[in-house]
């Protein structure tokens, strides 16, 4: 198999390009069991995952399990390029179709045909590239720039996003017509914090790779650094833990990693935070939640945080509505109504029963 990564993708200098796979969480197995699936089929398949989750990985198992597994796989990475670039790799260029273009070459379309064209992060592809991305898909044929002769291709297309590409097609910046192209099939794969029990199985396969690569002996985990593993959240998810375990190899003492070893940090939030200065004011801290939320985009964002500054207030308050709608500031039928609507509050089973018109006319009787 001709293995090409257009550009090479810098995580792979020093990661290792993964023969084993680990799939051992049910959500592993169930997402392992739908790729099997639909792997040998020609359709074109939409990964959806944080940064770090294993699209790539995913990706080139796609294709090693179809018909298409003795054809090149060619990656790309649609964010790390201008427009204009991006254009001229995906399709290709003649000689003298611009400037700088001293030669003739074949686009990654063509570099892919009789195999695999991955695109990752799609949802960065400049809207106009997207136009001709989907006439390319549709027509089975490419036309370099500044050439005239289209050129059949037989490329099977699978791309992959981190972020939800319904909301971009929402705020215009993805075509609607494209994602139903390429989302023939949808594979999404969890973050690996809601798959803790591939945690520990991907972390002793690390070690078993990265020890072999730097020549150690068998290396254990303490059960004091295994807790540590499975406890934290990984925010960068499956690159993040070989990262760490590289990492504790490297420092630890002979034959076992210890808790100590690991070197675990909040990189995303910290990166994150330093723009916005000092570090742990109030607002800080908040705008860290925000913002690590606003990454994991849950959907009902606006609900789930009202709801959570309710429920807390309320049991700050011990469970006393007038103390909470002034906590809040809120006026306390309004705090009362939306205490109900999430379930908080119980409604006094008797009056709730009685139907509002009828409960009008009792209470105007009784004035
Ligand atoms: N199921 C898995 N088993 C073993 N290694 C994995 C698995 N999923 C991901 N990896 C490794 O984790 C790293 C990140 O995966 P990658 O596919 O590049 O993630 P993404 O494209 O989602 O950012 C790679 O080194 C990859 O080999
Ligand atoms: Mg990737």
């Known amino acids: 198999m001709q293995l090409l990564t257009l550009p090479p993708s810098p995580s792979l200098a020093t990661s290792i390009r993964a023969t084993a796979q680990v799939f051992e969480d049910p959500r592993s197995q169930a997402l392992l069991a739908h790729l099997q699936q639909v792997a040998p089929s020609e359709a074109s398949v939409l990964i959806i995952g944080e940064t770090g989750t294993g699209k790539e990985l995913v990706a ?40 700088g273009a001293l030669a003739a070459k074949a686009g990654w379309f063509e570099e892919a045909n009789g195999g695999t064209l991955f695109l990752d992060e799609i949802g960065d592809l400049p809207l ?10 549709q027509e089975r ?24 590409l319904e909301k971009a097609i929402n705020a215009g910046h993805f075509r609607e017509d494209l994602y139903y192209r390429l989302n023939v099939v949808s594979l999404r794969l969890h973050p690996l914090r809601d798959r803790p029990g591939d945690i520990l199985p991907l972390a002793r396969h ?55 070893d690991l070197r675990l940090s909040n990189l995303r939030l910290e990166r994150q935070h330093t723009p916005a200065g000092t570090g742990n004011t109030v607002e800080d801290l908040l705008q860290q939640a925000f913002s690590r939320l606003y990454e994991e985009q849950p959907g009902d964002l606006y609900e789930k945080v009202e709801q959570a500054l309710l429920r ?56």
């Open 60 to 99: 080139r198992h796609i294709h090693d399990l179809s018909g298409r597994r003795n054809g090149p796989f060619v990656a790309v990475n649609c964010g790390a390029f201008s427009e204009s670039l991006v254009e001229a790799e995906l399709f290709g260029h003649e000689k003298g179709a611009f400037t």
């Open 128 to 137: 106009p590239i997207q136009v001709k991305l989907l006439r390319v898909l």
């Open 141 to 164: 044929e490419v036309v370099r720039l500044g050439s005239r002769k289209s050129l059949p291709i037989n490329v099977r297309v699978l791309a992959a996003t981190n972020v939800q």
């Open 206 to 260: 690390f070690i078993r790779s990265y020890s072999e690569r730097l020549g150690y002996g068998a290396v254990e985990l303490s059960a004091g650094a295994q807790a540590k593993l499975v406890d934290y959240a990984w925010p960068g998810n499956i690159r993040e833990l070989e990262n760490v375990i590289h990492h504790s190899l490297l420092t630890c003492a002979a034959g076992v990693i210890h808790a100590q």
């Open 312 to 367: 807390s207030a309320y049991q700050f308050c011990h469970y006393n509505q007038v103390h909470t709608a002034q906590l809040l500031g809120l006026s306390r039928n309004v705090t009362r109504t939306r205490l109900i609507a999430i379930g908080e509050l119980v409604v006094n089973k008797r009056r709730a029963e009685v139907p509002p018109a009828l409960d009008s006319r009792v209470v105007r009787l009784s004035i």
